[in-house]
């Protein structure tokens, strides 16, 4: 797509002329899709509602500045999660008999925690845990509300990275291993950093699902954005605040979003390199 | 085309700023005036606009809580979705303002509506909602509100040995973790009235602020008074109640009963509600359902 060459060629005109063509489709479809919306009996009310301009200046600022806890459970998540899922992959790809239950184990933490929803875990152990009233454990519901998170997403990504462990040919595996490295160091020197390189579009793909599911720590007490917007909304029956949080939220994840489909664009030029275009 | 995408993302970004801006001043959604029917004469059960002719439709959420419901054993919630049982303060009310308006026990259909429903655009497939709302003039924007119906006071419930089992101040909560219910105006009365050092938890129901304080996340949570009755006797385990509070910003909060925005049936609800008031029926449902006391924190 950066070389427009080839692409002119084929569709006929110049970077110009396609990018005209463009707009204009673009502010047709819009327009009509805008005019069914508008022209609607029930568009007063909705917009009222949902798209009030006083009630989205009042509560942007707020849901703003409650996107920080987001943001914050976000970043200290992602951490835990990219060590705990990578360690849950290894130990689920380890050979031979004796290592048998240590991949029942992972292959059980996989399928629990992808297949119970996130919100269940959220409350089990956000209410549960700190119920018990355990001494030193901690009962602090941003903990467990982050918890939560990194055990689910920590199955993903275990299956995203043991995918691209898998997808490493063995034969890089078996030369490392006849050049005198150890199983460890084969799978610390050749075969990980080949498969990180590999998933890190999926990766990314799975942060982006995290970066929206931090809102439901909000179940748990905490005032993050989307619970800010629901305060506001409820407080004053209008929903122009959820609104407001969608857009933070949108804003929040379009650079990791460019990002990823950069590095994809970036993967697939290296893969043909030298390869027939 | 990678263009193309960026403009046309630009263009619905602008649409949508678009469909925010506009005068907010214009009278939105506005099928008929506030005003609905003036004659008080047209109170007769016949010429009231009803969800569905001939009955009286009510609605409150699922579960509804006492003393405001009680089920069919004391102290347990109401389930809508099951016969009424015709007890608690708003039940009360609710049969006491439909035979004002000339029904019978028999055509009143209960209806599960939750909070955050309660405000969704479009007509509402019930009469009134009862359902400890409090009124506000935003509020008031989006549905309609009868006169009072209760004049609710805020109270801070806690349980045995926590720091604020004591507390006989506003000054002693301040360092208290204090939780309340998404859409209560209890968080007003925490964030204006106490002003906790640090800020309070908010919970999606009822049973959420319940099982918070249980597992000991918080030191208290505010609640009104009646719910704070029921809370520290039956739902917290050692709980009691520390104290009420002042009324935030020196205004009387109360209770209303929800129509869609401009109903014509706000001037009969609150005719009842006035007949109801001066008769002592209210005082006597309150008497019945709501007793106790406690100290208020200055």
Redesign the interface.
Known sequence: MNDPGRASRILGGGAGRSTAIATASTLVVFGAIALIVVTSTGWPEVKQAFFNWDEFTYSFPKVLRALKLNIEIFLIAEVFILIFALAIAILRGLPGPVFFPVRLLATAYTDVFRGIPTILVVYLLGFGVPALQLSGVPSSELFWGTASLVLVYSAYVAEVYRAGIESVHPSQDAAARSLGLTRAQSLRFVVVPQAVRRVVPPLLNDFIGLQKDTALVALLGPVEAFREAQIISASDFNYTPYVVAALLFIALTIPLARFTDWLIARERKRRLAGGVR | ????LV??AL??TL??VA????S?SDN???TSSTTGSTSAASCSKSSLELATPGKLTLATDNPAFPPWFIGKKADSPWDPTTPPTKKGYEAGVAYAVAKKLGFSDAQIVWKVQQ??Q?????SKPYDFDINQVSY?P??A???GFSDSYYDVEQAVVSYKGSKIADAKSLADLKDAKL?YQ??T?S??AISETIKPSS??????NSN?VV??I?????DGIVVDFPTALYMSAVQVPNGLIVGRLPSTGGQQEHFGLVTSRGSSLIPCLNKALSELRSDGTLKQLQQQWIAGGAPVLQ
Do not use: E, I, W
């Open positions: 085309m990678r263009r193309a403009s046309a263009l619905s649409a949508v469909a925010c801006g506009g907010s939105a959604g506005g909070f955050t309660l405000f969704k655009p479009g506000n935003k509020r924007k989006a549905v939780g998404l859409g105006t968080g007003d800020s309070a938890s908010v919970y999606s959420d099982s918070a249980k597992a000991h996340q918080v």
